[in-house]
């Protein structure tokens, strides 16, 4: 009578029906969103390059698509907004995302900045992998390692790459794998690609690159196999004593892959270099080429006598 509808009667406190509406909002939304489009048929997943400014990612979506798509400028800051392509590599359709450029830490921007860097944020988590492009003719800088870590941190499959190598000399070359040893020894896991945007120079080995990185990403391992495994590496390297216990692996499990996720029920906590040496072993043992590898701990309870 008010000409506002027909009204859904619930309860909040007890979920009475809170399922009608439900129904009724779901069936208000559209079938596919109009700010992301649904990956082409056969597409193994989307890609997110992401890297600080200027460092070439619009130049090497570019060069894998074999036209100017995107806009391409000397000034830095270029892209603002992630822009969506799907390129063919060897017949296979890879979605592209060219993304902003990360200048700092996200609540150290402001303005456009910022939500550049928010947007970007997004794709990263939207991206099955995140190739991270390195000025290689550069030193590198406390932000590309953050922005490293900000792809282990969401979870998505890595490869990295260092672009402008054409502008690279035998010296800056040196001083560049000594710089991966001293600062990027961590991700050392992760496919690393030595190519020119510019000049197209091993572009063709990306394809590979992210193939390897998605296998890696989506491997499981049975819990059989993981515990029998395991007992074996626990067996060789049992866990230090500290205040005189010794925490033992129980069982573990690895609940879920893309990322690998591994949960371990414990006697005690183990100790992150345990922890470093076990995801080394596995890695060692299973691959996880390109995938973090998430590791989380449950001690059990002890029991209170009465």
Not at 20 to 31: F, G, N, R, T
Not at 151 to 174: M, Q
Request: charge should be neutral.
């Amino acid at each position: 009578s008010l000409g506002l509808g027909e009204p859904f009667p619930l309860s909040a406190l007890h979920g009475r029906g809170s399922g009608d509406l439900l129904d009724k909002a779901i069936a208000m939304l559209p079938e596919e969103s109009q700010y992301s489009r649904a990956l082409p048929e056969g597409s193994p997943g989307r890609v997110a390059l992401i890297g600080r400014p200027n460092v070439g990612k619009s130049s090497l979506l570019n060069a894998l698509a074999g036209q100017q798509r995107v806009v391409v400028n000397e000034l830095a800051g270029t892209t603002r907004d992630p822009v969506d392509e799907v390129i063919e590599i060897a017949g296979v359709p890879w979605t592209f995302v060219d993304t902003a450029g990360i200048r700092r830490r996200m609540l150290k921007s402001r303005g456009a900045d910022f939500y550049a860097s928010l947007r970007t944020q997004s794709a990263i988590e939207e991206a099955d992998v995140a190739m991270v492009l390195l000025d290689a003719s550069q030193s590198l800088a406390s932000a590309d390692i953050r922005i490293i870590e900000e792809v282990i941190s969401a979870g998505r499959a890595l490869v990295l790459v260092n672009n402008k190598w054409d502008l690279l000399d035998e010296e800056r070359r040196h001083d560049l794998e000594r710089e991966w040893e001293l600062q990027l020894s961590h991700v050392d896991w992760a496919p690393r690609i030595n190519l020119s945007a510019k000049t197209a120079w091993h572009t063709n080995r990306i394809q590979g690159a992210l193939a390897q990185a998605l296998a890696g990403w989506n491997t499981r391992i049975t819990t059989s196999e993981l515990n029998t495994f395991l007992g074996r590496l626990v067996a060789e390297h049992p866990h230090p004593v500290r205040g005189g216990k010794q925490p033992r692996i129980m069982f573990a499990t690895q609940v879920s892959a893309a990322p690998p996720r591994f949960v371990f029920f414990t006697t005690g906590f183990l100790e992150p270099a345990y922890r470093r040496f076990i995801e080394n072993r596995l890695r060692e043992e299973y691959g996880f080429v390109g995938s973090p590898i998430q590791i989380s701990v449950r001690v059990r309870e002890r029991r209170k006598r009465n």
